[in-house]
């Protein structure tokens, strides 16, 4: 079972969208949810499955060692480096799925290209920000807007770097 409201539309575009990926880059708890599903074989042709399980993945994590999961590299040390590394890659996309605390530390360290929000017609009162109380002030351009027949609405920006305010 889905997330509420995942429809054939959105679903397409997901299933899309992580085939684009050359490859992934994740937080230690996400990474060990996906293993668990997605590493585990789950639902075989499945597109999301099939690209998570033939390209290279990699962790961010001080704690992860021996990572079981096939095509698996930890990063730790100067990951700021490592990340600028990947990013320099001639190539496809360098995707993160989930990992907010990851997404946040990559917002901070200016590592992000592109914010895609797949946002649901759902108010929820608790849980963690997506986008912190503190941090750098981004710019963001919208370069496509989608929204499906359940109400969900896939927002792509650009980042732009620091926003410029009127005086």
Known sequence: MGPPLLDDEASTFIG?????????????RTYEIFAGSWGAGMDPGN????ALNTRPKYVVSTTLTDPQWAGTTVLS?????????????????????????LIRWLL?????????????????????????DTGPDIGLE???????????TIQTYRTTGRPQYET
């Open 108 to 132: 901070d360290h200016r590592l992000v290209d592109e914010i895609v929000l797949l946002t649901y017609p759902v108010v929820v009162g608790q849980g963690t920000r997506l986008f912190p």
């Open 77 to 101: 040390g100067d990951v700021a480096a490592a990340i600028g590394g990947l990013r320099a890659e001639p190539g496809g996309e360098l995707q993160v799925w989930g990992s907010g605390t």
């Open 47 to 50: 597109p999301v499955g099939e």
């Open 16 to 28: 899309q969208t992580f085939q684009r990926a050359e490859a992934f880059l994740f937080g230690r």
């Open 142 to 152: 919208l370069v496509d807007v989608k929204s499906t027949q359940n109400g969900l």
